[in-house]
């Protein structure tokens, strides 16, 4: 017997399914250096043989190690790219370009510029009207201009199903307005920052009798002696990235910034507004170290001394990343849940992780054109490796099935009208010692696999990874 849903209640919530992540590669799943290792292999054995005598023998062990690098893997990563992380490593000790030190002088003479680790972005104040002015980040590197808005509200672990399909869809007209074909927009990034911090005991406690000698009063008197209120906070960005066309980039940029915020209130988010420069240089100190003290009794619009916000040392360590006194790590979302998950999945990674933790998801959206060559690219090697496995007698796997039905849904989609991106996730942890954040790192690691996420830590490439969790937009590759 069922009992009946009372009127206005969706009995089956939506639920959500994200499609393995397309490992296809060359020929077979081998990666080109895979495939270039293999080759060089059997051509060192080939002029061995030919050649016989002491030269056989020196080039088996050459062709046997080729062999290892090709198809061994090494701390989640092929051998082939742990070897090439592993040179850029020590090549970065011997340059020692591993530590990074600001030259003050230069800084102060280039005000507009963040260097250390942000690479000559340059920050720069937008007049809009009605007064004021927004910050841009000037990535030139890269060739975009990037501002950031800030967001609230919505409450989508607490709110209802319906209230969450509601969301869920405006957050999709978002991602379509920003994805349409000739959108001067490159890509967009959300960014969410949890944090915690520690105030000093309200000056009212309750009362405990100084003649109260039970264990349990004693218990408590030590706790109200040592209490503390720990807070957390929750701050969420979105990064928008133009690209500079003919000098018009920030026009053109303001004029998008108008349409997604109205998008982003029609999607029932408080939408605080677009960062000033000032705003954008104290959220980029918090990012590279969250105990920087900050004078808030300047004026938001304020111009921005950028060399104060820029990290004064930097530290590239195989495993972690210090910028000034903090440690940093950041992981690789490598793999999103495989089975159908609610909108509010990442709540115990958001909400349940008491560490100070930036998530980073960065979206790239596709031409229709691109979409389909790209559609038919990936069937074409599908047909190819599948001929190939019936030659050598291989059956497909389900991973392999997995993926051709992958294709089948992007295309039904593309068809549909949708707008296809391509899209990484990327975390940081951050902590002030190395003890605190390994235990940060346990903790994120066991909230993520209650998430359904599959996390790598990018190993060699701290420095770099690092930058894909601070708001600029950047590039997937």
Same mark, same amino acid.
């Not at 218990?219 to 000098?247: F, I, K, M, N, P």
């Not at 001394?305 to 690789?332: L, N």
């Not at 010692?433 to 346990?442: F, K, P, Q, S, Y």
């Given at each position: 017997?069922t009992a009946?849903?009372?009127?206005?209640?969706?009995?089956?919530?939506? $639920?959500?399914r994200?499609?393995?992540?397309?490992?296809?590669e060359?020929l077979?799943? %081998?990666?080109p250096s *895979?495939?270039g290792?293999?080759? /060089? +292999? !059997?051509?060192?054995?080939i002029v061995?043989f030919?050649t &016989?005598?002491?030269?056989?023998?020196?080039?088996?062990p050459?062709?046997?190690?080729? !062999?290892? !690098?090709?198809v061994g893997?090494?701390g989640g990563y092929g051998?082939? *790219?742990?070897l090439?992380l592993?040179v850029?490593a +020590?090549?970065?000790r011997?340059r020692g370009?591993?530590?990074r030190?600001?030259d003050?002088a230069?800084?102060?003479?280039?005000?507009?510029?963040?260097?250390?680790p942000?690479d /000559?972005?340059?920050l720069?104040a937008l007049p809009?009207?009605? &007064?004021?002015s927004?910050?841009v980040?000037h990535?030139?590197?890269?060739?975009?201009?990037v501002?950031?808005?800030?967001?609230? @509200?919505? /409450?989508?672990?607490l709110?209802d199903s319906d209230?969450?399909?509601?969301q869920v869809s405006?957050w &999709?007209r978002?991602?379509a307005?920003?994805?349409?074909d000739?959108?001067p927009?490159?890509?967009?990034?959300?960014?969410a $920052?949890?944090?915690?911090?520690e105030?000093?005991?309200?000056?009212?406690m309750? #009362?405990v009798?100084?003649?109260?000698?039970?264990l349990?009063?004693? =218990?408590?008197?030590?706790?109200?002696?040592?209490?503390r209120q720990r807070?957390?906070? #929750?701050?969420?960005?979105?990064?928008?990235?133009?690209g500079q066309?003919s000098g018009? @980039?920030d026009d053109?940029?303001v004029r998008?910034?108008?349409?997604?915020c109205?998008?982003?209130?029609?999607?029932?988010l408080? !939408?605080i507004?677009v960062?000033?420069?000032?705003?954008?240089a104290?959220l980029?100190r918090?990012?590279?170290?969250?105990?920087s003290?900050h004078?808030?009794?300047?004026?938001?619009d304020a111009t921005?001394d950028?060399?104060s916000v820029?990290?004064?040392?930097a530290?590239t360590?195989?495993?972690?990343?210090?910028?000034?006194?903090?440690w940093h790590?950041?992981y690789?979302?490598?793999?999103w849940p495989?089975?159908d998950?609610?909108?509010?999945?990442?709540? =115990?990674? %958001?909400v349940?992780?008491?560490?100070e933790?930036?998530v980073?998801?960065? &979206?790239q959206?596709?031409?229709?054109?691109?979409?389909l060559r790209?559609?038919?690219?990936?069937r074409a =090697? +599908?047909h190819?490796? /599948?001929?190939?496995?019936?030659?050598l007698?291989?059956?497909a796997?389900?991973?392999?099935?997995?993926?051709?039905?992958?294709?089948d849904?992007?295309?039904?989609?593309?068809?549909?009208g949708?707008v296809?991106?391509?899209?990484a996730?990327?975390?940081t942890?951050?902590?002030?010692?190395r003890d605190?954040?390994d235990d940060g790192c346990v903790i994120?690691?066991?909230?993520?696999?209650?998430a359904g996420l599959?996390?790598?830590r990018?190993?060699?490439q *701290?420095d770099?990874?690092?930058? $894909?969790t601070?708001?600029?937009?950047?590039?997937?590759r």
């Amino acid at each position: 017997m069922t009992a009946a849903a009372p009127d206005g209640v969706n009995v089956h919530p939506a $639920r959500y399914r994200f499609g393995p992540r397309d490992t296809r590669e060359l020929l077979l799943g %081998l990666r080109p250096s *895979q495939l270039g290792y293999l080759i /060089g +292999a !059997v051509v060192v054995l080939i002029v061995g043989f030919a050649t &016989g005598g002491a030269v056989a023998l020196v080039t088996m062990p050459l062709a046997a190690g080729a !062999v290892i !690098v090709a198809v061994g893997r090494l701390g989640g990563y092929g051998a082939d *790219q742990h070897l090439v992380l592993r040179v850029r490593a +020590a090549l970065m000790r011997v340059r020692g370009t591993d530590r990074r030190r600001v030259d003050l002088a230069t800084a102060v003479a280039h005000p507009r510029r963040l260097d250390v680790p942000l690479d /000559g972005t340059e920050l720069h104040a937008l007049p809009v009207e009605g &007064g004021g002015s927004i910050g841009v980040l000037h990535d030139r590197a890269h060739g975009t201009c990037v501002a950031i808005i800030a967001v609230t @509200g919505g /409450g989508l672990p607490l709110a209802d199903s319906d209230m969450q399909a509601q969301q869920v869809s405006g957050w &999709g007209r978002v991602l379509a307005a920003i994805g349409r074909d000739g959108s001067p927009l490159t890509r967009v990034q959300w960014l969410a $920052r949890t944090g915690t911090t520690e105030a000093a005991a309200p000056a009212s406690m309750p #009362h405990v009798a100084e003649s109260a000698t039970t264990l349990a009063a004693t =218990s408590y008197r030590d706790l109200l002696a040592t209490a503390r209120q720990r807070e957390v906070t #929750h701050e969420t960005y979105l990064a928008v990235a133009c690209g500079q066309r003919s000098g018009r @980039g920030d026009d053109v940029l303001v004029r998008e910034l108008a349409r997604i915020c109205d998008l982003l209130t029609a999607a029932n988010l408080d !939408v605080i507004g677009v960062l000033p420069p000032r705003a954008v240089a104290r959220l980029l100190r918090r990012h590279l170290d969250p105990t920087s003290t900050h004078n808030d009794s300047d004026p938001p619009d304020a111009t921005a001394d950028c060399w104060s916000v820029t990290a004064m040392a930097a530290e590239t360590t195989w495993e972690a990343y210090r910028v000034d006194g903090v440690w940093h790590v950041t992981y690789w979302i490598a793999e999103w849940p495989r089975t159908d998950v609610a909108p509010d999945f990442l709540a =115990s990674l %958001l909400v349940g992780a008491d560490v100070e933790l930036t998530v980073a998801l960065t &979206g790239q959206p596709m031409t229709t054109a691109t979409a389909l060559r790209r559609l038919r690219s990936a069937r074409a =090697s +599908a047909h190819a490796d /599948g001929q190939l496995r019936a030659k050598l007698r291989q059956s497909a796997t389900v991973r392999d099935d997995l993926e051709a039905s992958e294709v089948d849904r992007r295309d039904a989609e593309l068809a549909a009208g949708h707008v296809v991106y391509s899209f990484a996730g990327f975390l940081t942890i951050t902590a002030t010692t190395r003890d605190a954040l390994d235990d940060g790192c346990v903790i994120v690691e066991h909230a993520a696999a209650r998430a359904g996420l599959v996390l790598r830590r990018l190993f060699g490439q *701290q420095d770099r990874a690092f930058t $894909r969790t601070l708001p600029l937009a950047r590039p997937l590759r």
